[in-house]
C-alpha cells in the first residue's frame, strides 16, 4: 500500500518538467502492478499532472486510488473513498483521505475527519479490521484518533519513520520516505472486534535478547550451557541474566494477547538484490527522462 506524494517530485511543474514527470508516473503504476500493489491514497504532488490525468493513471493501476475527501469542480468525489480486500478469510478495510491541497483551486479535499467517519458508518459492519491512510500533518491526527470503530492509522506526508505505533488509543504508523524503508505490519486477529495490542517494542525487546544470546553461543558447541561456558566470567554472567529474563517475561506476555500487531520497518540495502526485468525497465525510463526529445517517444512506448 501507499500514502501518497508517489507520482510528481512537487505541487506544480510545466513543460519539459512535466512531460518528464508524467512518463515517470506512467512508469511507476507500471512497477505497482508488477509489485502486486493492493490500494493506495494520494498527496497533493498526485495532482500536479491534472485531475484527468490521476484518472488516467488510476484507470492503469491494477490497484485501487482511493480518496475519500478528493473535490472536484462540481463538488463530485472522482474516486473510490474506500476498499475492502479479502484476505485470510477476513475481510480488510480502507479509507484515503488528505489534508494538503494542490496547486489547482478546482481541486479540494473536504474535511478528512468528516470524511472518515461516514466511511466507518458504511464499512464497520463489512470489516474485520479498519485501515485509515491518511495523508497529512499532525493537526488533524489526533481528531482521526477520537474516531470510534478504526484500528489502525498509516500516516504519510510528514516523511518521517517511527519504529512502533505510538501510545495513542489507534495505533499511528509512520512508514518514513523515498522508498528507503519496506515496513511490514503484521496483524493477528484470533477474536475480530476485540481490542488490538501493539507489540512492536515487545517483538524488538524480545529480537534484541535473543541476539545477544545467539551472539554468546557463537562458537560455542551444540549443547552448550552458556551458564557454564562463561562462568568465570561476573559480567557476561549479568548479561544472561537480564536477556533470559527478558525472553521469559516478554514470552509469558504474548501468550496471554489475544489481537496484536506488529510493525517492522525493513531497510531497502544493496543486499536486496534487483529484479532484472523491473532493473532494466526503470533503467530505460529514467534514459528517456535524462534526453528531454524522447520523452514524448518514450510515452507513446507505454
Not at 506512467?26 to 504532488?45: D, F, H, K, P
Not at 495513542?168 to 528507503?180: C, F, M, R, S, Y
Not at 553461543?217 to 544472561?240: C, F, H, S, T, W
Request: net charge negative; hydrophobic share 40%.
Amino acid at each position: 500500500m501507499d500514502g501518497g506524494d508517489l507520482f510528481f517530485s512537487q505541487p506544480k511543474l510545466d513543460g519539459k518538467a512535466l512531460a518528464r514527470e508524467q512518463l515517470r508516473a506512467r512508469a511507476i503504476v507500471y512497477a505497482y502492478n508488477q509489485l502486486s500493489t493492493e490500494v493506495m491514497t494520494i498527496g497533493e504532488n498526485d495532482l500536479t499532472g491534472g485531475l484527468d490525468f490521476l484518472l488516467e493513471l488510476a484507470d492503469s493501476a491494477n490497484f485501487p486510488i482511493i480518496s475519500a475527501n478528493l473535490t472536484d469542480a462540481n463538488g463530485g468525489h472522482p474516486l473510490p473513498p474506500n476498499t475492502i480486500i479479502e484476505r485470510d478469510g477476513l475481510n480488510w478495510g480502507f479509507i484515503g483521505v488528505s489534508t494538503q491541497q494542490g496547486d489547482d483551486p478546482a481541486i479540494a479535499f473536504s474535511d478528512p475527519v468528516v470524511a472518515v467517519q461516514r466511511q466507518v458508518e458504511v464499512l464497520r459492519t463489512q470489516v474485520d479490521f479498519l485501515t485509515v491512510l491518511f495523508h497529512g500533518g499532525q493537526e488533524r491526527l489526533a481528531e482521526l484518533q477520537t474516531i470510534q470503530g478504526v484500528d489502525l492509522i498509516i500516516q504519510s506526508h510528514l516523511n518521517i519513520l517511527k519504529r512502533d505505533l505510538g501510545s495513542g488509543v489507534i495505533p499511528v504508523a509512520n512508514l518514513g520516505n523515498q522508498g528507503k524503508y519496506v515496513c511490514n505490519i503484521h496483524v493477528n486477529l484470533d477474536e475480530p472486534g476485540k481490542k488490538i495490542k501493539d507489540i512492536s517494542k515487545l517483538r524488538s525487546t524480545l529480537d534484541y535478547a535473543e541476539r545477544g544470546l545467539e551472539r554468546l553461543m557463537r562458537n560455542q558447541p551444540a549443547g552448550a550451557i552458556l551458564e557454564e561456558v562463561y562462568a568465570d566470567q561476573p559480567k557476561v554472567l549479568e548479561r544472561i541474566a537480564v536477556y533470559r529474563e527478558r525472553v521469559a517475561s516478554i514470552t509469558s506476555e504474548y501468550d496471554g494477547l489475544i489481537n496484536t500487531i506488529d510493525f517492522e520497518p525493513i531497510g531497502m540495502s544493496s543486499e536486496i538484490k534487483d529484479d532484472s526485468l523491473m532493473f532494466e525497465y526503470v533503467s530505460r525510463i529514467k534514459a528517456a527522462m535524462s534526453d528531454t526529445s524522447r520523452v514524448e517517444v518514450a510515452q507513446a512506448d507505454q
